[in-house]
């Protein structure tokens, strides 16, 4: 198994030739016939999908959508930063090639799309916060205002958004806002749900909210007739699986407040009403990751140990020593990264372990077959050029993929792109690398930095690289898609 290019997800409908001709990468005026470029968008080389204006630039990692057949980008003037100002955001959009610019919206610094509101451009000034606007894809209207919450993925329930709003110190009043029969007509008007929780964490499901009131019950709130439900007393640093089926927690009434020390942590099973204890107070434990099959608990000690509970068996796996764990492939292989700086495959079941290095990098992707290592010197910084290899479990040799790599995926053909060379101002060569041979190949050069642009490949297809250049006259979003080998 390998991960597929994130370059790989949304097709590209259209091929016909559209959009302004680029210049060759290096300033010539175009690319000869045997050139190592494929089509795309009938171009046969880098195509430009939307043009800047001079000082223009896309904004931060967010703001791409798709709907259809329009594409929809954000760019901005102002200074690089985060969070960005949205007084300098612009939204267009084009075609699948760039054909059809429109200018859609000013101010509008986030647009996206959610499934209760099939079709319907939904935008917000700010990134998570802010009220919330339905966008005229046509760009003839202007944003209209439709909620003063929305922007935050966790507020969307099945009959209407769900916000909490700070009235309080760490307490908030809970306010629901149906989704209105008529979005050209309709904003979307509050009702109260629940008057105090403790606002530093809930956690919506669907439509049931779940959260800490201030007495610390743990509670249940129904949307979207806030019927309140008590579901545990005495309650704190409770997490909700996946499916809503679990709830696990801290009860503080095993705890010693006196000592400051934690109480029993407790899981229950909603589907058949039975609490189980995890840990029974004194302990030292904390939860960490949770889902509907497993919990973990991890000493507070980051190579302190833990345990991993299944569920609903509850059969408990106890952590190597001075071990923590990075990735489960499966019961028996378990990619743990070690205190002493090495990485190792362990074997719950047979308790045994495999040492595979302690080459100075970090792990980037791992499969069931291999770890995808990024290697580097010593005192080496995250932003320089690393090494790339690949580093099997079996024992055998690990094999180096590419001599330089900063943000990098893969092409279908398990060919590599990333950018080299990368400047003060964040711009470098695009290259695609064969891992057989190592050579690299440039496709463009003066791109930005594709780990702030990695976003945007994922409404592209067919081994199609989407990336920005900020070149005078080529600045712009472009589309390339290297020949086949």
């Avoid at 030739?17 to 795309?40: L, N, Q, R, T, W």
Wanted: proline fraction near 7%; charge should be negative; glycine fraction near 10%.
């Amino acid at each position: 198994m390998r991960w597929p290019s994130v370059a790989c997800l949304v097709p590209l409908l259209s091929l016909v030739s559209c959009g302004p001709k680029p210049g060759a990468p290096d300033g010539g005026s175009g690319h000869s016939e045997d050139s190592e470029y494929a089509e795309v968008c009938g171009t046969p080389g880098p195509h430009r999908l939307l043009e800047f204006a001079p000082g223009e630039r896309l904004r931060f990692k967010f703001g791409h959508e798709r709907i259809d057949d329009r594409l929809y980008f954000i760019t901005s003037t102002g200074p690089l930063q985060y969070p960005e100002p949205s007084e300098t955001a612009t939204v267009y959009s084009t075609g699948l090639c760039g054909e059809d610019r429109r200018r859609i919206a000013d101010g509008i610094g986030l647009v996206f799309t959610r499934e209760q509101l099939p079709g319907v451009l939904l935008g917000c000034r700010d990134l998570l916060d802010g009220p919330l606007f339905v966008l005229d894809p046509a760009g003839i209207a202007p944003p209209r205002r439709l909620a003063p919450a929305g922007c935050r993925v966790g507020e969307w329930s099945t009959h209407g958004l769900v916000q909490v709003v700070e009235s309080a110190g760490d307490l908030g009043r809970v306010l629901f806002y149906p989704y209105p029969a008529d979005l050209d007509a309709e904003s979307m008007a509050p009702v109260v749900l629940a008057e105090a929780i403790q606002t530093p964490h809930y956690v919506l499901h669907d439509d049931e909210l779940f959260a800490l009131d201030p007495d610390d019950n743990l509670i249940r709130i129904t949307v979207p007739d806030g019927e309140i439900t008590v579901e545990q007393p005495a309650a704190r640093g409770f997490k909700v699986s996946e499916d809503a089926r679990y709830l696990v927690w801290e009860d503080l009434a095993t705890a010693d407040d006196a000592q400051g020390s934690p109480g029993d942590l407790v899981v229950r099973d909603r589907w058949t009403g039975v609490d189980t204890i995890l840990a029974a107070a004194p302990h030292s434990l904390s939860i960490g990751g949770f889902s509907s099959e497993e919990v973990e608990l991890l000493q507070l000690d980051a190579f302190g140990g833990g345990r991993l509970i299944d569920l609903p068996s509850f059969v408990t796996t106890e952590f190597p020593p001075h071990r923590r764990i990075w990735h489960r492939f499966s019961d028996r292989q378990w990619l743990m990264e070690g205190e002493d700086g090495g990485w190792y495959l362990f074997d719950p079941i047979a308790g045994a372990e495999v040492f595979i290095t302690a080459d100075p990098g970090d792990v980037q992707r791992a499969t069931a077959e291999f770890m995808y290592f990024e290697r580097r010197a010593e005192g080496a910084a995250r932003t320089d050029p690393s090494e790339l290899w690949r580093y099997p479990y079996d024992g055998g040799e690990p094999e180096q993929l590419a001599q330089r790599v900063t943000a990098w995926d893969w092409l279908s053909d398990e060919r590599i792109y990333t950018l080299v060379d990368i400047d003060a101002e964040g711009l470098g060569d695009l290259v695609v690398i064969d891992p057989e041979t190592l050579e690299e190949r440039r496709l463009d050069s003066r791109v930005r930095d594709l780990g702030w642009l990695a976003w945007f490949t994922s409404i592209v297809e067919n081994d199609t690289i989407a990336y920005q250049v900020l070149d005078g006259d080529r600045s712009g979003v472009w589309i390339v898609r290297p020949a086949d080998e």
